[in-house]
């Protein structure tokens, strides 16, 4: 066991720590140095697309591209390490579900499809062909295809989600729950009836021309390292670089580029933030609101701040808007916010001292009771200077997962827009499924209704990215059948149905072969790049498939001759599926010849060019009141005496998302351990307690439900009194299924009330 310890991080993000961590995760994935060839292919013209996050390549033209967490991603996938059929012939799978969640994904790659059996509580091998026959009988049997629930998680290829999203509604439901759901939801609600679409309307090219980037919760030195070389970038030309984040987070401080020589030799590094503002959890809307009103109070006193032409001719709304920042108090948005009037004020200055500004945003801002309310306050602030649709500036919701964007722009979407199911109806001939399905949330209620009662997942690790834990289990194990397609083993494989299938698939970065030959799939990034991803490793086994043969051999198996869609011809070929997609999608015109250049291409964006697609044909200002009415501020009511605080849970430098690579988490000082919890040192003294104590975690919720979460260490860490921070998915069981986001139905995993217990 690893020694556990807590020390201040001296060194820059990026850097030698960088190199060193690297290294270690080539060895615990027994990848020898020849392995490196796969991580040269990551991003590169002829390669895979990087399965670690959203963030667009500079480079699908030139050089390779050093980023740990990319390595980190590529290695889990790349390992050595099999979980094959002996594994599930040793243990049962209560012993499994004894295990770890990094225990589980350290078994290595899934090889063979295995069937649960009952009778001995083991996974056995079961045949591909039975695997489809059982799922399709499940189906079939079902008196309404509303029973069948169909997640996805964002890895899943443009050509598997396009056939996933067909079968699923020829089959009869628009069930399509995904982890966007969990993700970047709110920032397609509040844009798209804002500015008319729901994507951010950024290039990368753009940061080479901004004046000033807003960073809005995230924390890109862990989960989108590539964008600190956009950032170093601007920051060496003189652009400002604003954070509001309640931790102080490495990556948003400091950078050493490992590909730089001189830096690197010099254990020198490149400041990022030219700002740095460490608000209260939840407290963006209020300081965005600050910010807007030191900018009208500007306008109003000198003029000549606001962009009137872009206001009068593309705007609806500015009147109420600058009328209701008029008349904000102060004192309300110091308080809700926990920064100064004055620091407010200097973000202003700062924004109004920029002819062209980017703003982006992540977690901390989309997973909030308030988060829609956010974002459109967000879109507003850049609407005042006109930074919407010309160079150098706009609005950067940056993705998580690596085709989440495009699984949506395939149709995985549970809310499907009319006019998609028309042309699927045309196209197709079939009458598509009119009813709205269900989104993560809703997905687990139904199955706790008993409504849900088979469920099949295309990837992820629902049983442990979900909010509600233990609510979610009970979901899950009330199903008929659970079935998932995967890469590793995961909680969710061990926590199932009455009968439950996992199959194993391949992933991004293995050779995919079909009839036609090797096939490329396709993938688009957080700014609207399409471009291929082509696997260039032997698969982890024979007996693996890829996604969409097994999305169009189930198709083929449930719905015979009911469809007319020639599935197992269109996956011989994926080039054929991309003729499909480019019937349906208008944007796609010319799909297979515009994605065969290097690097692809961009599809339109209105809000980009100053079309708006909305309502009026205008982009509309939103404003909205400072949230008073929060769960912590109810129970700060409730429970005058105790200390509630706010939590807010994140990820930490060595997991993907559930996937948890090590126990290290190197820029806030954490090793060996994951159970601990970030907080203000006075916070601890008020408590009677100290740095290093044990507490348990309780949810301060008003259904009567118990909800804790045992055993967190205290971490005197610099955050703003009254909050907290600890890593999910271990906080996940905290997260009331109740709490979500207004009208985007995301959990609310950034801001749980709790109190803390001695343990
Ligand atoms: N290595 C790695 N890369 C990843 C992932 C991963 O797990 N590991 N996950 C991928 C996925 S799916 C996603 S969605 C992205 C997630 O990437 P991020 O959006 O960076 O998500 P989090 O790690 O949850 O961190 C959110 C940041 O918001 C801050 N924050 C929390 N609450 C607030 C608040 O109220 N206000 C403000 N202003 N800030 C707040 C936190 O301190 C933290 O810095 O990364 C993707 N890339
Ligand atoms: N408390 C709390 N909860 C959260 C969050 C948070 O910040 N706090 N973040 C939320 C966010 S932003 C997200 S996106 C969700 C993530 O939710 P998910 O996307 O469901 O979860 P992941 O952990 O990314 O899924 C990991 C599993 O995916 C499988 N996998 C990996 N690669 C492939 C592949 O190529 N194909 C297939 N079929 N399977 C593959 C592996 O088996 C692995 O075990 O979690 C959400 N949950
Ligand atoms: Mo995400």
Known sequence: MKEQKIAFYTGPAGGWGALGSVKNTLLRQDIPLKGAKTLLSANQPDGFDCPGCAWPDRNHHSAFEFCENGVKAVAAEATARRAGPELFERHTVQELAGQSDFWLEDQGRLTHPMRYDAASDHYRPIAWDEAFALIAKHLNALPDPNQAIFYTSGRTSNEAAFLYQLFVRQYGTNNFPDCSNMCHEPSGSAMRPQIGVGKGTVTLQDFEHADAIFIFGQNPGTNHPRMLGELRAAHKRGARIVSFNPLRERGLERFADPQDTLEMATFGSTPISTHYFQLRVGGDLAAVKGVMKHVIEQEDARGGVLDRAFITGHTTGFDALAADLRAESWALLEQES??????????????????????????????????????????????????????????CPVRGHSNVQGDRTMGIWEKPPAALLDRLGEVYGFAPPRAHGVDTVEAIRQMLDGQGKVFFALGGNFAAATPDTYETWKALRRCDLTVHVATKLNRSHVVHGREALILPCLGRTEIDMQAAGPQGVTVEDSMSMVHVSMGINPPASEHLLSEPAIVARLAAATLGEK????????????????????????????????????????????????????????????????????????????????????????????????????????????????????????????????????????????????RRAEGFRLVAYDIPRGNLAAYYPETNPLVPLSAVALAAGTPTSKSIPVMLVAA
Request: contains cysteine; neutral net charge; aromatic residues 8%.
């Open 563 to 706: 469809s007319r869609v020639p599935w197992l011809w269109l996956v011989e070929d994926y080039a054929r599926i991309r003729d499909e997609i480019e019937k349906v999608f208008p944007d796609f015109h010319g799909f297979n010849a515009r994605v065969a250049v290097p690097g692809g291409f961009r599809l339109r964006n209105t809000a980009s060019e100053r079309v708006w697609a909305t309502a009026s044909g205008k982009a509309a200002f939103t404003p909205h009141a400072v949230p008073c009415d929060t769960p912590t501020h109810r129970a700060r009511a409730r429970h005058a005496g105790g200390v509630v605080f706010t939590l807010l849970t994140t990820r930490s430098h060595d997991q993907y998302n559930t996937t948890i690579y090590g126990m290290d988490d190197r820029y806030r000082g954490v090793y060996g351990q994951r159970r601990v919890v970030f907080i203000h040192p006075e916070d601890i003294r008020a408590l009677g307690l100290k740095d290093g104590d044990r507490v348990h975690i309780h949810t301060v919720w008003d259904d009567g439900q118990e």
């Open 338 to 395: 926990g920064l100064t009037e004055a620091q407010m004020r200097s973000a202003g200055d700062v924004y109004i001292g920029a002819d062209r500004v980017i703003a982006c945003w992540g977690m901390g801002i989309t997973q909030h009771l308030h988060s829609v309310a956010t974002i459109q306050m967000i879109v507003d602030l850049l609407m005042l200077r006109g930074n919407l649709g010309r160079e150098g500036a706009g609005a």
